[in-house]
T-cell receptor
Framework: QKEVEQNSGPLSVPEGAIASLNCTYSDRGSQSFFWYRQYSGKSPELIMSIYSNGDKEDGRFTAQLNKASQYVSLLIRDSQPSDSATYLCAVTQAGNMLTFGGGTRLMVKP | GAGVSQTPSNKVTEKGKYVELRCDPISGHTALYWYRQSLGQGPEFLIYFQGTGAADDSGLPNDRFFAVRPEGSVSTLKIQRTERGDSAVYLC????????????FGPGTRLTVL
């Protein structure tokens, strides 16, 4: 069983809709959680970090964390074609190396 | 300010050769991480440095892989006797401190072993 699980997708949403990306993790000791966006042929770009239960909003992005359910999500409001990318969920246990999921490919259709 | 830089951006080598990949972290960042990403997968941890010493090298796949950071800034990942299975994108990231700090990635080095 992989430590960080994501649906590989593709997740297809129409422009202007809300995209919901989900991630589960197996290690209850995980303490820090991150979402990275990766365009094809590029390196991961950090878009959100979350450390405590609840919601964290930054512009069109909202990260949600539920440690009891070992679940992290990313909501993208008013999705744009430029949001089309692979979204990587990453967690840390001891606060050092990141453990990544396989990523979810998001496609936003005009 | 400048982000993480990596050189070369692409490296093609033959099986059995030795390669060095370089990473220059964000100025002031004390923690440096190496990851490897194969097509269609998330990055996988290789090694991380806090300062000059390797704090955790548990992700290195075997003893053909080695990394150094002699002055606590630039790091070099060294691969001996390369194999075709080593082909991947090698990513470097840095953070202000090890711990809960966010990690920022460089553009990566695409290694192809023929």
């Amino acid at each position: 069983q992989k430590e960080v699980e994501q649906n590989s997708g593709p997740l297809s949403v129409p422009e202007g809709a809300i995209a919901s990306l989900n991630c589960t993790y197996s290690d209850r000791g995980s303490q820090s959680f991150f979402w990275y966006r990766q365009y094809s042929g590029k390196s991961p770009e950090l878009i959100m970090s979350i450390y405590s239960n609840g919601d964290k909003e930054d512009g069109r992005f909202t990260a949600q964390l539920n440690k009891a359910s070992q679940y992290v999500s990313l909501l993208i409001r008013d999705s744009q074609p430029s949001d089309s990318a692979t979204y990587l969920c990453a967690v840390t246990q001891a606060g050092n190396m990141l453990t990544f999921g396989g990523g979810t490919r998001l496609m936003v259709k005009p | 300010g400048a982000g993480v830089s990596q050189t070369p951006s692409n490296k093609v080598t033959e099986k059995g050769k030795y390669v060095e990949l370089r990473c220059d972290p964000i100025s002031g960042h004390t923690a440096l991480y190496w990851y490897r990403q194969s097509l269609g997968q998330g990055p996988e941890f290789l090694i991380y440095f806090q300062g000059t010493g390797a704090a955790d090298d548990s992700g290195l796949p075997n003893d053909r892989f080695f990394a150094v950071r002699p002055e606590g800034s630039v790091s070099t990942l060294k691969i001996q006797r390369t194999e075709r299975g080593d082909s991947a994108v090698y990513l470097c990231a840095s953070s202000f401190l090890a711990g809960y700090n966010e990690q920022f990635f460089g553009p990566g080095t695409r290694l192809t072993v023929l």
